[in-house]
């Protein structure tokens, strides 16, 4: 995350006096989520730009400070955001007040500016980048980033490379920008302050009223305290269970009666003997979740280097608490691997493995975006051994919590039928050359079949 600001009025280093960071020199401040940097890439008389840049950390959004549980982080650490905010207001805090010590005219003047952010992301995209700075006398350039380069046909995303250029005193822009970046994200990151609306006021003076989508902006800006209370909510109940005692949330036992093996372990069970059986060693767990599959082949000895990947960084930390990760000795610490991130964007950490495990994962998956993931693991991967498991929705009607219709998981995308599943595993293995086989998991009912379904793919 990065924000440049240039100056051209000359002695233009004067800027520093405005910021109070002295041009000469790099400064770091620690910041409840990272570090911020504060530096001149160019510093003459002529032109003098000084560059923020935020290195978050992910791991640290979700660790401890409970405001920021919703930032389960994807793009965190690269789009300007509400942590832009947060850190302008407290690397540039006196900048933020409009005085100056040394420079107290120029302060209090107008002076061509230019902002330069590396990425943003425009919820509503570019004219809702135009529509919040143009009102505010900003020239707006915005260059667009396609969603991921590897798959075109996506399309666009809605992050962009941003320019703003306007004559405006330093402490009007910086506001503009503590004010405007949190509205033009609008998602994931929420914080707990001081009375927000007071605040919005107060930064909003002399700009905020006569804004022609000021409504726009307040409700963006004021959301967030409502979303707050939901992220709590959701991190209480999350917080509650001792993951090495309860049942994860992924877990369908609830559903069960009178199982001896709860069914997720059947089907642990069924996965584990699998990869043995093919003699792997190098395994992937993707989508490993809270890591009751790798703590199982953490057990054998055949596995002599285990990856586990998930998009939750939530999850990966219950993992590495349930496989004692920071306990293990070094030569068991050296065969297993956490990595955060996500199976519909190609991954050469994925890449040289024996085999794969994808255990109830496709269901959480948009359905518009299994192409993708179906060419990250079978073309780009590409293990030797894949062993798929996902719900029998067919099953679905022995379930008497169930209402007809309803899926087995707040989360589940969708959930197939046996031919469904079929139908899609086969043609999955004929497009990328592998071949399939299908296993039951769990106890068959003559008539809808086994509870989970698997799907087993050699190449
Ligand atoms: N395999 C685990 C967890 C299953 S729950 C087990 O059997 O216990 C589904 C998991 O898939 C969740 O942990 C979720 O975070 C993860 N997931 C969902 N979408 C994903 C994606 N695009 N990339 C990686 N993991 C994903």
């Known amino acids: 995350m990065l924000l440049t600001i240039t100056s051209t009025t000359p002695p233009a280093t004067d800027l520093g006096y405005l910021l109070y960071k002295n041009p000469a020199r790099v400064q770091s401040f620690d910041l409840p989520f990272g570090a911020a940097h504060v530096f001149y890439p160019e510093a003459t008389a002529e032109r003098c730009t000084a560059a923020l840049l935020l290195d978050i950390d992910p791991v640290h959004l979700v660790r401890g400070r409970q405001e920021n549980v919703e930032a389960y982080v994807s793009d965190r650490p690269y789009v300007a955001s509400s942590l832009m905010s947060v850190a302008l207001a407290q690397v540039f805090g006196t900048a933020l007040t409009g005085q100056s010590r040394e420079r107290p005219e120029l302060a209090a003047t107008p002076l061509p500016l230019t902002a330069r952010l590396a990425v ?33 046909e996506w399309g666009e995303s809605n992050f962009f490379t941003v320019t703003l250029t306007g004559t405006v005193r330093l402490v009007t822009l910086l506001t503009h920008l503590y004010v405007l970046l949190p509205v033009l994200d609008d998602e994931k990151h929420y914080w707990i302050g001081d009375d927000e609306v007071a605040k919005l006021l107060r930064r909003g003076e002399g700009w905020l009223a006569q804004h022609p989508e000021r409504a726009l902006i307040t409700q963006r800006y004021l959301r967030r305290r409502l979303l707050v209370r939901t992220a709590m909510a959701r991190l209480a109940e999350e917080d509650a269970p001792d993951p090495d005692v309860v049942e994860s949330e992924f877990d369908e036992t609830d559903t069960e009666t009178d199982a001896p093996l709860s069914l997720h372990n059947q089907r642990l069970a069924a996965v584990l003997a699998i990869l043995k059986e ?72 994925l890449a040289g493995f024996d085999a794969a495990a994808v255990v109830e994962v496709i269901e959480h998956l948009d359905p518009a975006r299994l192409a993708a993931f179906e060419r990250v693991i079978f073309a ?80």
């Not at 509503?124 to 075109?152: C, I, K, M, Q």
């Not at 930390?317 to 610490?333: F, V």
């Not at 899926?407 to 995308?413: P, Q």
């Not at 050359?433 to 106890?443: D, I, K, T, W």
């Open 380 to 459: 780009f991967a590409q293990p030797k051994l894949i062993v798929l498991t996902t719900p029998n929705v067919e099953y679905n009607v022995r379930y008497p919590g169930l209402a007809s219709g309803e899926l087995r998981h707040r989360d589940h995308r969708f959930e197939w039928t046996r031919a469904e599943f079929q139908n899609w595993a086969q043609d999955v293995a004929d497009r990328f050359g592998y071949a399939v086989r299908f296993l039951p998991v769990g106890a068959e009912d003559p008539e809808v079949g086994a509870p989970t379904q698997m799907a087993v793919f050699t190449r």
């Open 278 to 349: 093919a003699g792997a060693q190098r395994v992937l767990d993707l989508g490993c979740g809270e890591g009751r599959l790798l703590k199982l082949l953490l057990a054998e000895r055949t596995f002599a280097q285990i990856v586990g990947m998930d998009v939750s960084l939530r999850a990966l930390e219950i993992a590495a608490k349930r496989l004692r990760l920071d306990d293990l000795p070094p030569t068991q610490r050296a065969r297993i691997e956490l990595l955060h991130g996500s199976l519909i964007y190609r991954d050469a950490r």
């Open 120 to 152: 943003v992301h425009a919820r509503g995209g570019e004219s809702v980048l135009h529509r919040l700075f143009a009102p505010l006398g900003y020239a707006v350039t915005a260059e667009s980033h396609p969603l991921d380069a590897a798959f075109p």
